[in-house]
Structures are given as structure tokens and as C-alpha cells.
């Protein structure tokens, strides 16, 4: 997919507004038990999402493989199954199903895009000048 860097981007940023908004009710409603959430909110849909997509603008070449956008279906929806799990944990203070599925999947998310990023052949780059201004 030739866009999934500003896909990838995209999401983080959506990742982003959804964490400041918890971690507001958070902060507002006194619900301190969810900080864990509100961490990881943070960490794996923000962060990791934003870097993916940063990676995919470096390494354009990653972006012409079959394998981007499975990898970012997979990452991404696993997200999703391991914070609703997250969160339900925090609410009820026991694991439960949606952690343990998600966990799994995320993890899988990364590990495809490491192999994505190992496995695709290096091109020779030129150095871009750029005026300065």
C-alpha cells in the first residue's frame, strides 16, 4: 500500500486524541486505576504507530510489499483487542479474555513488521540536497 506510512501516521495521531480524552476523563473523574490504560494508550497506539509510519517514510520500498498492510491490519487490530482488554482489567482488577487474545496478536504485529523491514533489500540511496533557507 503506497500510502500506509500516512496511514500509520494517521492512526497515531487518532491514537493520540483518544488518549488525551481518557486521560482527561481520567484526570477529571478521579478513575486513577485507569493510568495503566491511559500508559498504554499511549505507548502502542501512539507511539509504536507513529514510528511504523515513520519507518514506512525512510524506507519507501517497505511500503510496496503485500506484507505492509497485512502487518498493519494485524498490528492495529490487536491494538484494539489488548486495550479493551487492558481497560477491562483495570475496571475489574482480573485478566480476561480480550488481554489474552490481544497480547498475542500484537506481538505478532511487531514481529511481521521487523521481518518486513529485515527481510526487504536494501537500496542504494543518494543523499538528497536539500537549500538552505
Known amino acids: 500500500m503506497r500510502n500506509i506510512d500516512k496511514i500509520y501516521v494517521a492512526s497515531g495521531f487518532g ?13 477529571a473523574s478521579g478513575h486513577f486505576n485507569f493510568a495503566e490504560s491511559h500508559a498504554h494508550i499511549g505507548l502502542l497506539g501512539f507511539v509504536a504507530s507513529l514510528l511504523f509510519g515513520l519507518v ?41 479474555l480480550l488481554l489474552m487474545i490481544g497480547a498475542p496478536i500484537v506481538i505478532v504485529g511487531v514481529l511481521l513488521f521487523l521481518w518486513l523491514f529485515l527481510a526487504s533489500p536494501e537500496q542504494k540511496r543518494t543523499p538528497e540536497l536539500v537549500p538552505a533557507e
Open 15 to 27: 491514537w493520540l486524541i483518544f488518549s488525551a480524552g481518557f486521560g482527561t476523563w481520567l484526570g
Open 56 to 96: 514506512h517514510r525512510c524506507w519507501p520500498e517497505l511500503r510496496q510489499r503485500l506484507l505492509s498492510t497485512i502487518q498493519f491490519a494485524v498490528y492495529e487490530i490487536g491494538t484494539i483487542v489488548l486495550l479493551a482488554g487492558k481497560i477491562m482489567v483495570d475496571a475489574t482488577g482480573t485478566p480476561n
